[in-house]
């Protein structure tokens, strides 16, 4: 067995992550205090660009630990704005981390990624032209609720298949992995996410973490589900898991649209709240999700029957357009 590393002997590796708001905070808190049994000189900072904007001090934090990490994390950054006050720092700093992992984001964004030998603003060809395949195609018109879920698919299978191949392909699996872990990102997943960054690039003074963890395979769930807070494991593909309205004979159903990042990551007070107020004014709730931001597979699968509607009224709390996000929204799929 390994003899652990203590704090005295811990190198330090810090971590940045960069997104949209702060529900990934609590997860990566307590996947902090998992991973640092492991690697006592562990560093975590979590970066909200919502914040950016009326708090010029968060900014700054923000770009001194972008320039201090050796790990850097970034995602859903799609707004103009956010994209200018930042992309200068992580230009600066991407040649001289250990990994900055850039998923899910604008292009100029996710051009700063840099693994291993893999370089995602590089000429595309073997290995690295298969991210060309997860793009989907470019006239939104054309694409069917099941798209995303096409995409989610091969994106569970390539890392299977580059497992095999040397090389530079074992980075363009890690970037796949990553991007799985992040979209799944529970405290379990969000841990395993900064193992893997760690023991495949943390160099350090001594590379002293580098092949020494194991981080887990990446945890999946449901892409279309449902959640309650009342079920002892709260998210279910049953409809009839749903525990029954304590008021009776309920006067009518809402279905609810969540996001399901926000329930993997435990950030759910908000939608807790809209659901025990809705089911103490006597109405039957539906809390359902589904991955991306594309809501139709959720509404066909629990809103739906034969064609008909099951809900009397509908409720998104996404934020965002039904078909679509910050990047583009689909009116007509919508309709």
């Known amino acids: 067995m390994q003899k652990p590393i203590s704090h005295a002997e811990a190198t330090p590796v810090r971590v940045a992550f960069l997104t949209l708001d702060a529900r990934l905070g609590s997860a990566a808190e307590r996947a902090l ?155 379990a997943n969000i841990a395993s996410l900064i193992r893997m960054l760690i023991t495949r690039y943390a160099d350090g003074p001594r590379g002293q973490y580098r092949g020494k963890l194991t981080p887990a395979d990446p945890v999946e769930y449901p892409d279309v589900g449902l959640y309650h807070p009342r079920l002892n494991d709260p998210l279910t593909e049953r409809l009839e898991k749903l525990p029954a309205p304590t008021s009776g004979r309920p006067k009518g159903t809402v279905g609810l649209l969540l996001i399901r990042s926000y329930l993997l990551s435990g950030d759910t007070g908000h939608y807790d709240g809209v659901i025990k ?37 509908v409720l998104s709390l996404t934020g965002f357009s039904l078909v679509g996000g910050p990047a583009y929204n689909d009116a007509a799929a919508a309709e």
């Open 277 to 313: 107020t809705l089911e103490a004014r006597g109405l039957k709730v539906v809390p359902a999700f589904a991955s991306g931001l594309d809501s139709r597979p959720a509404i066909e699968k629990f809103f739906m029957k034969d064609g008909r509607a099951t809900v009397d009224a």
């Open 33 to 187: 205090a998992d991973v640092r049994r492991e690697v006592p000189g562990l560093k975590v900072c979590v970066h909200a660009a919502a914040e950016w904007d009326e708090n010029k001090a968060a900014l700054e934090r923000c770009k001194v630990d972008i320039a201090k990490a050796d790990i850097i994390i970034v995602t859903m950054l799609f707004v103009e704005n956010q994209i200018e006050a930042i992309l200068p720092s992580l230009e600066a700093r991407r040649d001289n981390c250990d990994c900055l992992v850039a998923c899910m984001a604008a292009g100029d964004i996710v051009k700063q990624t840099r693994l291993g030998k893999f370089d995602i603003s590089a000429p595309q060809k073997g290995p690295i032209a298969l991210l060309k395949r997860l793009r989907g195609a470019k006239d939104k018109s054309k694409t069917g609720a099941s798209s995303g879920a096409k995409q989610m698919a091969m994106l569970r299978r390539l890392p299977k298949i580059l497992r095999f191949i040397p090389g530079t392909a074992q980075d363009v699996r890690a970037y796949f992995l990553s991007m799985q872990y992040f979209l799944s990102g529970s405290d």
